[in-house]
């Protein structure tokens, strides 16, 4: 099952920032948390990942609790194309699950004009 | 920027019949995953794959479900005698190496119906 919680749904204006939450409680100290989007039925598309620091890239910036615990994935300027599925994923450590992705129901985000 | 790209976009088949998906994962990855989205549901594990073994694979990966690297590029999923229920939408992806700092990529997906 997925280590993480995270919202069904969340609506966000056009041009504003969208903060997607995400709680991961029971996260390893070597694990790292991942975001990926799905937009309509298409492949997971990767955003961003980091461990413990914040990270930012053209996309998002991802926002990691000093304790780990929990992380929030920003979209500075949200358009209707962020319209989707986002997902958090604590990735299994090397030598445990191999490294796969297990997917939750991520959180349906809709951005409207 | 270099892509996973999967064959057939979408395939129609006959409950019973054999299905080959095929997918070309980036070129200097060596890892290797196929998963699958039935209609409305959550994107599920099936099979991991490296040094042209199975590394892992799930509950749903029974025996009608293969994976193999034929040649230097091409790795496949084989479902030898589909059911209705093999209807979904399965991703190819791949990535450089199993440290969960590198990153895995998905392709876009290929849409089986078995009717």
């Known amino acids: 099952d997925a280590k993480t919680t995270q919202p069904p749904s969340m609506d966000c204006a056009e041009g504003r920032a969208a903060n997607l939450p995400c709680n991961h409680s029971t996260i390893s100290g070597n694990e790292y948390v991942y975001w990926y989007r799905q937009i309509h039925s298409q492949g997971p598309q990767y955003i961003i990942h980091?461990?413990?620091n914040n990270e930012t890239n053209e996309m998002a910036s991802l926002i990691i609790t000093e304790d780990r615990k929990s992380s929030t994935l920003i979209l500075p300027h949200a358009t209707l194309r962020d319209t989707a599925v986002y997902y958090c994923?604590?990735?299994?450590?090397?030598?445990?699950?191999?490294?796969?992705?297990?997917f939750g129901k991520g959180t349906k985000l809709s951005v409207k004009p | 920027e270099p892509e996973v790209t999967q064959t057939p976009s979408h395939q129609v088949t006959q409950m019973g019949q054999e299905v080959i998906l095929r997918c070309v994962p980036i070129?200097?990855?060596?890892?290797f995953y196929w998963y699958r989205q039935i209609l409305g549901q959550k994107v599920e594990f099936l099979v991991s794959f490296y040094n042209n073994e199975i590394s892992e694979k799930s509950e749903i990966f029974d025996d009608q479900f293969s994976v193999e690297r034929p040649d230097g590029s091409n790795f496949t999923l084989k479902i030898r005698s589909t059911k209705l229920e093999d209807s979904a939408m399965y991703f190819c992806?791949?990535?450089?190496?199993?440290?969960?700092?590198?990153?895995?990529?998905f392709g876009e997906g290929s849409w089986l119906t078995v009717v």
């Open positions: 992806a791949s990535t450089p190496w199993t440290h969960s700092g590198n990153t895995i990529y």
């Open positions: 070129s200097n990855h060596l890892y």
């Open positions: 994923i604590v990735r299994a450590n090397y030598g445990g699950s191999q490294g796969n992705l297990i």
């Open positions: 980091g461990l413990k």
